[in-house]
T-cell receptor, first 115, second 112 residues
């Protein structure tokens, strides 16, 4: 069964460092998403991406965050200068279609620890 | 904020049907009810969704009341691997908002 894969599974970084989290969505999917989950809290939407541009973003997704699809397979989330509060599990998701025919498939997540 | 209300936690005996309720009294006509689950900090997993008719797939059944203000997810024969947090999500149809809004969900514990 096709799946969304994420790397790294766990990254530890120092505050102020740049971090890039990588995702390989399901190959024929067209819509891509990042979510995060701080330990013990809710899963929160960050951003959605379609046709090489951001289609929606939440208040969390400020100027420190950026997303990119640098080639035909990878989808990345960059945090420019990490803060302690960026420590969380980051989930990538993809879907074939949008709206209510678009079931989201989530990856297993990348755990980011900022020291 | 999430537009749904779910119990914080529930227990169910292994092999029995698990019935998870969800209230969504402010749901509008073009909003679907989705269910996802999250097993121990793994990525959320889609279970089922519906608009107004009852739905069934290989994982679960979804029963939506006639007024659409509440729904029940049914896992017909719960196993220990069904222990997870179950999220009931209301999602607008088509265009505009793409992001799913997760609430706190129901922590379902399957007891051996």
């Amino acid at each position: 069964e096709p799946e969304v894969t994420q790397t790294p599974s766990h990254q530890v970084t120092q505050m102020g460092q740049e971090v890039i989290l990588r995702c390989v969505p399901i190959s024929n999917h067209l819509y891509f998403y990042w979510y995060r989950q701080i330990l013990g809290q809710k899963v929160e939407f960050l951003v959605s991406f379609y046709n090489n541009e951001i289609s929606e973003k939440s208040e969390i997704f400020d100027d420190q965050f950026s997303v990119e699809r640098p080639d035909g397979s990878n989808f990345t989330l960059k945090i420019r200068s990490t803060k302690l509060e960026d420590s969380a599990m980051y989930f990538c998701a993809s879907s074939l279609t949008r709206g209510n025919t678009g079931e989201l498939f989530f990856g297993e997540g990348s755990r980011l620890t900022v020291l | 904020d999430a537009k749904t209300t779910q119990p914080t936690s529930m227990d169910c005996a292994e092999g029995r049907a698990a019935n998870l309720p969800c209230n969504h009294s402010t749901i509008s006509g073009n909003e679907y009810v989705y269910w996802y689950r999250q097993i121990h900090s793994q990525g959320p997993q889609y279970i089922i969704h519906g608009l107004k008719n009852n739905e069934t797939n290989e994982m679960a059944s979804l029963i939506i009341t006639e007024d659409r203000k509440s729904s029940t997810l049914i896992l017909p024969h719960a196993t220990l691997r069904d222990t997870a947090v179950y999220y009931c999500i209301v999602r607008v149809d088509g265009g505009g908002a793409d992001g799913l809004t997760f609430g706190k969900g129901t922590h379902l514990i399957i007891q051996p």
